[in-house]
């Protein structure tokens, strides 16, 4: 069994089990005939390959214990697997599905599985490691300005025949490859394209994204034979000074022959190589995922801008804002150098992708407001959240067009968007992600005092220090206070707040929420009333994650009745001011947590009149009937009256019965309230008797029993 993602997780961990599993079964392919020939054996061999959250054990222990769900399925797969085959789960394959080429097998079923499992056969990983694959196309949205700019600098780098290092920095998903690609689309013969890619694994490959480049721009295919190699590598610097060196120092860097040089001589050859290139037609130069690149490329990147001459090259690197914690002083300094930062796109922007990416649609405006909230301006994910709903149909194919069905809330966070942000976050120092996490218990707007007061004591100094990292790497800003002295702040995106939310355990998630509705009430002492609610969610999460780690005890039981009373007293006050959905919510809230409480007798009758009176008549009737049920047996007789004659109400409204028959009931549950002293329940079964003498055609009637009561 091998683990990927522990101690360390990466965005592309999927792809990493996926390659390692495909040149595992190659290497046993190729010791087959050395195995038959030496032992008169042959091997057998399968795998299984899954993705999904597990269980670790403490990694600074060197603890290798990682067990849970995924696991399991994943030792199912390879049980399911025939000899020589490599089967991908459902959401390994959703990571890496533009990367690799799979067929999809018949669902599988599985022991310890109800449903049948979706699986795929493994058959190859693709050569290069591939950009994101979006699974729509669109014409690109809202980027005029940067794509200005470049051709800018494309025209500066021809016009003064300079090396122009132009940098792109954006969060993943921003746009930062499609605004290239539309760049480069845009150039067509008008310049030579050499490009690499910086890789997120792997140690000592400094150079990789420039071999990467002079192949792609010398037309060097990956199994060229070395003498063909060597010859275009000759071709492009035939004319230049010390030509033979500079090929011999290249062939070393391709693995083709020579030996190793120190750096600076490095530098150069490359350079002279491109200069060279650039002297035949103009040169782009591009570079992705820059941030990953290790020193020494960063250094030959800046030596390039700093030394090329009379060679007009359009250097362009693309990087996410870790760069800047390497490299504050990126491009500073230099004559020709631009750096641009991709900013979301704009809600209006946001609205035209997705209405370019599915054209024709009859989609609701609550789910087009949902997945311009969850995407938040950044077009991967409006791509991918679009995805997940046609895969999960929610979306589906309407003639020419998309409708929406279903319930579009129940929508999960596409597994691609989870790991980006997942591998970014624990990419972080541990201190910048200890406030990350404490952040996120308040929610996407938090508070500086809040998140010291949720730190270790030995942390609380670097609060400060931490938020002004985390605001130099794009993911907080400064938002508006609802306190006064207090510092707010916003994280860039809901689900960073989200992914860091998940990397916390339900216990110390349960320990942080009480630990906040604290310092609310602390800190909003003077409007306690105004904040009711948040402090009664906060309460409501800590009762909820305690139980979900074991049996509740007395501690949980407090917090149950601490956040049910403030829930019951909120939803009573948005009862009486006629705000249906919201008592709905939080009185049904309030009865779910007040289950020894004599309160909750009254309380559920109130919650399921609100519910007859949002439209929900079948669940009001089956909650009316139940709090009936539990008022006999407690021997309440007034609450019990009072639960019947809302659900006669309910029931007569719903369903043929004899009205008289109903009043008859009505009128002897009002004399149980009036004996057991209940003012308030017989005068509304006075009104009640007044409605069904009106409703059966005894008006006079109705009107001498109303009157007293008005």
């Not at 007044?690 to 009637?701: Q, V």
């Amino acid at each position: 069994m091998a683990i990927f993602g522990v101690p360390a997780l990466h965005e592309d961990d999927a792809l990493r089990a996926c390659r390692a599993g495909v040149e595992i079964r190659d290497r046993l392919a190729s010791l087959e005939h050395e195995i038959r020939a030496a032992q008169g054996a042959t091997i057998e061999w399968r795998m299984g390959i899954n993705t999904g959250e597990v269980v670790v054990g403490d990694t600074t222990a060197r603890q290798r214990i990682v067990t849970g769900d995924a696991v399991n399925v994943a030792a199912r797969l390879e049980q399911a697997a025939a000899p020589g085959e490599i089967l991908l789960g459902a959401e390994t394959h959703a990571l890496v599905r533009g990367s690799v080429e799979a067929e999809p097998r018949a669902p599988l079923t599985l022991k310890g599985k109800a449903d049948p499992v979706a699986a795929w056969r493994l058959t190859s990983v693709l050569s290069s490691p591939a950009r994101h694959a979006r699974p729509m196309e669109a014409p690109l949205v809202g980027r005029k300005r940067p794509l200005r700019l470049l051709e800018e600098a494309f025209n500066e780098a021809i016009e003064e025949g300079v090396c122009h290092l132009f940098t792109i920095i954006g969060v993943a998903g921003v746009g930062k490859s499609r605004l290239v690609d539309e760049f480069l689309a845009a150039l067509g013969e008008r310049a030579r394209v050499a490009s690499g890619r910086c890789l997120a694994y792997g140690q000592g490959i400094t150079y990789w994204p420039v071999t990467e480049a002079l192949r792609s721009g010398a037309g060097i295919g990956e199994n060229a034979p070395a003498d063909a190699a060597l010859k275009r590598l000759r071709e492009i610097v035939e004319g230049e000074r010390d030509a033979d060196r500079v090929v011999g120092i290249l062939g070393g860097l391709l693995g083709i022959e020579g030996s190793p040089v120190a750096p600076d001589e490095t530098f150069w050859a490359i350079r002279k190589t491109f200069e060279a290139m650039a002297r035949v037609q103009p040169l782009v130069l591009v570079f992705d995922d820059v941030h990953w690149g290790e020193p020494t490329f960063l250094d030959l990147i800046e030596h390039m801008a700093d030394w090329t001459r009379e060679a007009p090259i359009l250097l362009l690197t693309m990087t996410r804002p870790e760069l800047l914690e390497k490299r504050p002083a990126w491009g500073g300094g230099k004559r020709w150098a631009t750096t641009i930062s991709l900013e979301p796109l704009s809600d209006n922007e946001s609205a035209e992708l997705v209405a370019n990416l599915l054209g024709p649609a009859n989609l609701p405006a609550e789910l087009k407001a949902q997945i311009s909230r969850a995407a938040e301006g950044n077009p991967l994910f409006v791509e991918e959240l679009l995805g997940k709903l046609i895969d999960d149909g929610f979306l589906v194919s309407a003639g020419e067009g998309w409708s929406a069905r279903g319930d579009p809330r129940e929508l999960t966070i596409p597994s691609s968007i989870q790991a980006l942000l997942a591998a970014r976050l624990d990419g972080l120092a541990g201190e910048d992600r200890d406030v990350m996490e404490r952040a996120a218990i308040e929610g996407k707007v938090f508070h500086r005092g809040a998140v010291t007061d949720l730190m270790p004591e030995p942390m609380r100094s670097q609060v400060n220090d931490r938020l002004a990292s985390l605001m130099r790497m794009e993911l907080v800003r400064p938002d508006q206070s609802a306190f006064v002295g207090e510092e707010a702040y916003r994280f860039r995106h809901l689900l960073i707040r989200d992914a860091a939310y998940q990397t916390l355990a339900k216990q110390t998630r349960s320990e942080l929420h009480e630990r906040f509705a604290a310092w609310l009430e602390r800190i909003a002492a003077d409007r306690l009333g105004e904040y009711e609610e948040i402090v009664a969610y906060h309460l409501e999460q800590a009762h909820r994650y305690r139980v979900e780690l074991g049996p509740p005890d007395v501690h949980a039981a407090e917090l149950a009745l601490r956040a049910g009373t403030m829930l019951a007293d909120a939803g009573e006050r948005a009862d009486t001011r006629g705000d249906v959905p919201a008592s709905v919510d939080l009185l049904g809230r309030a009865v779910a947590l007040l289950t020894d409480s004599p309160r909750r007798r009254r309380l559920v009758v109130r919650f399921a009149d609100r519910l007859y009176e949002a439209g929900e008549a079948s669940r009001a009737e089956q909650v009316l009937a139940d709090a009936v049920d539990a008022a006999e047996r407690a021997g309440d007789e007034g609450t019990a009256a009072l639960a019947r004659m809302s659900l006669l109400f309910v029931q007569a409204s719903t369903r043929s019965f004899e009205l008289t028959d109903v009043l008859h009931e009505v009128e002897g549950l009002g004399e149980v309230l009036a004996r057991v002293g209940d003012v308030d329940g017989a005068r509304l079964a006075e009104a009640s008797s007044a409605f069904f003498l009106f409703a059966i055609g005894r008006a006079e009637d109705a009107v001498a029993r109303a009157s007293p009561l008005v």
